[in-house]
C-alpha cells in the first residue's frame, strides 16, 4: 500500500497558505485578558505558553497532517518529531504527548495503522515521554499527528519575535523536504535520497532545550510548512526588523537540489512564495531553484535562530555538538522595515 496516493497532499505541504490563514483567523478574537497567558497567536509563533510558577511555565501545541512517505513506521515518526520540534523552538522540554488519529479504516489494513502509531511512540520514547492517549477518528484520508505538552522556565521561553539588529541567523537542517517528498511521490526517489529525507526528518530538535539557556540566543522558531522565507518574515514583522541572506550560505538536501533544478516540487511552494512574494527581495542572480528550494514546505525542518553576533561561534559549535552537521549561518538581522533581502 502507497500511503501517499491516499491523500491529496503531504506533510507540512499540507499547511493552507499563509495569506488564506491570516484571512481565515482574521476575525478571531483576541486572547488578551488572561494574564497568565504569555504566548498565544499574536506574533504566529510555534506554540502556546501559559505561565503556571515562578519556575515553570507550560508549553502546548498541536501538529498533524497526511503522509509524505509510504512506509507507515516512517510516516509515525516524521509525524511525531514534527510535533514535538514545537515544544524545543519555544526552548521548552517535552513531558506528554496524545495522538491524533484520522484513518479510512475501510481502505487500511489494522496493521499498517498499527505501524504508524508505533512509529510516533518509538520518537516519544526517544524524547523522554509517553502517549499518554489521544483521539481517532473515520476518515477519507490518513491523518497522523500529536498534541504535544512541555514545560521551560518562564525567564528562558524564546519567542520568533525577539530578535535584534545584527544579530546572526543559523539555521540547523538543511532544506528540501518538501522537494524530495514530491520526488518520492513521483517514483522518482533513489535509496539514496530516501534516507537523507529521513534522516532529517526523524531527528529530534532537542537542541533548542540547551539554546534557551543561552541569553544570547534572542529569538527561536522552527521552519516548517511556510518554507525559511515565510518563518523568517514572521521572525521580521514580530520583531520589527529586516533580514538579509544568502542564497549560497543556506545549507541544502544533496539529493533536492538536482530535482529543484529541474522544477521539481509540491504545489504549496508556489502557494507560499505567492503569499509574501511583496515582502522578500531576491537579487537577480540568484536562481529559480534556490528560490523554490527557501520557499519550499519543510515537514520536521531545522531550528532558526537569531543570536548576538559575539555567541555565534558558540551557537555553531552546540548545534553540531548534537549532531546538526549542516547547520550554518545563512544571514542577519538588520533595522529596516519587516522584509528579506536574499543575495546570491
Known sequence: MRLTELSHG????????PALLSEMLAKMPAAAGFKHLMVGTETSDDA?????????????????????????????????????????????????????????????????????????ASVCGAAGIPV????????????????????????RVRRNNSARAGDCLILGKPLGIGV???????????ATGYQELIATTTQLNSVGCALSEIDEVHALTDVTGFGLLGHLLE?????????????????????????AQQGIGPGAIARNLASFEADVMFSN????????????PQTSGGLLCAVAPEAADRVLALFH?????????????????????VDS
Open 10 to 17: 503531504g506533510g507540512c505541504g499540507c499547511k493552507i497558505a
Open 48 to 120: 502556546a505558553v501559559y505561565w503556571l510558577n515562578a519556575e515553570q511555565a507550560l508549553i502546548a501545541t498541536t501538529d498533524f497532517f497526511m503522509p509524505i512517505v509510504d512506509d507507515p513506521f516512517d510516516f509515525g515518526r516524521i509525524a511525531a518529531t514534527n510535533a514535538i520540534s514545537d515544544i524545543y523552538a519555544m526552548g521548552g522540554k517535552p513531558i506528554m504527548a496524545l495522538a491524533i488519529v484520522g484513518m479510512p479504516v475501510n481502505l487500511m489494513p489494522v496493521e499498517v495503522i498499527q505501524q504508524i502509531l508505533a512509529g510516533g
Open 132 to 155: 499518554a492517549g489521544g483521539h481517532s477518528i473515520d476518515s477519507p484520508e490518513p491523518i497522523y499527528g500529536l498534541v504535544v505538552l512541555g514545560l521551560v522556565h518562564p525567564d
Open 180 to 190: 524530495l517528498g514530491t520526488a518520492l511521490k513521483k517514483g522518482l526517489l533513489d
Open 235 to 259: 521572525v521580521c514583522r514580530g520583531s520589527g526588523l529586516a533580514a538579509r541572506i544568502g542564497a549560497a550560505r543556506v545549507p541544502y538536501l544533496h539529493a533536492a537540489v538536482g530535482f
Open 285 to 296: 542572480d540568484v536562481p529559480a531553484w534556490q528560490q523554490h528550494l527557501m520557499t519550499d
Open 321 to 341: 555538538q548534537q549532531g546538526f552537521a549542516a547547520a550554518g549561518i545563512i544571514g542577519s538581522m538588520e533595522v529596516g522595515t519587516p522584509r528579506i533581502v
